[in-house]
């Protein structure tokens, strides 16, 4: 079971990530911060510490962000 909401709440991490990516594109800032803000609330919501895997999804994020310009 537990296997099962690690998968589910990582999907919800890449989809966030996605719309974020998405919403920068179209220049939709605050959106796109909500995306993010979510994705650290998630780990509030369980109440868990952000595993590495998350920040890794969120250092390359930014990279990509910082490298494109955006």
Excluded: F
């Amino acid at each position: 079971m537990i296997h099962i909401l690690t998968n589910k709440v990582d999907e919800g991490i890449n989809y966030y990530l996605d719309a974020a990516k998405r919403y920068a594109k179209v220049d939709l800032i605050t959106k796109e911060s909500e995306c993010l803000r979510q994705i650290m609330n998630i780990h509030n919501i369980n109440k868990e510490a952000i595993d590495t895997l998350t920040v890794n999804k969120l250092e390359i994020y930014y990279d990509d962000k910082v490298k494109k310009g955006d």
